[in-house]
């Protein structure tokens, strides 16, 4: 290992706002992403369940 | 044939694919985290300084891996759109959709993370160079897929459409790997090869490699995800679908 102590590990010997702004948007990219497709997904669901809701009240009308 | 013979074409429908792929997304997740953190974990504590980039070298544990995550993705993209003009299968375009955001952000994080390493190494963020211009044209290869695709209200056509600019932009992907080659580039050569060992300490190597493993699992999760989503937005009126969303109600 390289580092002598946590405060030489965040100075990256110098290279600190390259290093951590090169990880810190990739972790933020590859976070926010799943998150983006998990609610891509929930309003696939609820736009889906409201198709069915219309087709259901539609059939209602028909049989009255 | 015998009886025991897989029809694959059985997963090439929506339907069939669409619980298939949830049950992968998990797996795929916990590897890439998995082998995310034993990547960071070499690149940080074990791998050394680099004697003449110093700490700024290790930057190249996430840009390799998003830069070839960036191309490889262009290729199975343009894959799947070749499958899908060639056999007309649904799913085809609902995969290649699924993959070109996931490739675009790749671009986007191989260009940010190139211009952040460059700036202590070369003194500069940004040149107009071959390797670093004809990345940019991919990201915008993916950029004018997505727009195109969003564009068209038709899905079966903006498949098409995309389709057939997905494969045109596949003659970038050589010139974006031989740049390096072909010109005289400030970008340098390749450091990992088929023809011969890596130019670069193993540990090193291994450290980058583990990380180039976690991104492609994590492109895998997250593409089967979004292609989730994509077959219930496109299937909304199929009775499967319907009988999926009554069912979580």
């Known amino acids: 290992m390289s580092w002598g102590s946590a405060a030489e590990f965040f100075a990256m010997g110098g290279y600190a706002p390259f290093v951590w702004g090169s990880f810190a948007v990739v972790a933020l990219c590859l976070i926010v992403e799943p998150l983006v497709v998990r609610a891509r997904h929930r309003n696939a669901l609820r736009r889906l369940k409201q198709v069915q809701r219309a087709a259901q009240g539609m059939q209602r009308e028909a049989a009255v | 044939m015998t009886e025991r013979s897989i029809n694959w074409f059985r997963f090439s429908s929506p339907q069939t694919f669409y619980p298939l792929a949830g049950k992968m997304v998990p797996w795929f997740a916990a590897a890439a985290a998995i082998l995310a953190a034993i990547g960071l974990y070499v690149g940080f504590f074990v791998a050394p300084t680099d004697f003449q980039q110093g700490e700024a070298y290790r930057i190249i544990f996430v840009h390799v891996p998003a830069s070839w995550m960036s191309m490889f993705i262009y290729l199975v993209m343009a894959g799947w759109a070749a499958v899908g003009l060639a056999l007309n299968s649904r799913l085809s375009g609902m995969m290649a959709s699924a993959l070109a955001p996931t490739g675009a952000m790749f671009a986007f994080l191989s260009l940010w993370t190139g211009a952040l390493w460059g ?100 492109s895998i999760a997250v593409s089967l995800a979004r292609v989730r989503a994509i077959i219930l937005e496109r299937e909304r009126h199929a009775a499967w679908a319907q009988a999926l969303a009554g069912a979580a109600a």
């Open chain 2, 119 to 218: 700036r202590p190494t070369w003194g500069t963020y940004w040149v107009w160079d071959a390797r670093l211009t004809s990345e940019l044209v991919l990201f915008f290869l993916y950029l004018g897929f997505m727009a195109l695709q969003a564009a068209i209200d038709d899905p079966r056509r903006a498949d098409k459409a995309g389709a057939v600019l997905a494969l045109v932009g596949v003659v970038n992907i050589p010139i974006i790997y031989f740049s390096v080659k072909w010109w005289n580039t400030l970008h340098q050569g390749a450091s990992v090869s088929l023809a011969r060992a890596p130019t670069m300490a193993t540990i090193m190597f291994t450290g980058m490699i583990v990380m180039v493993l976690a991104f492609w699992m994590y």
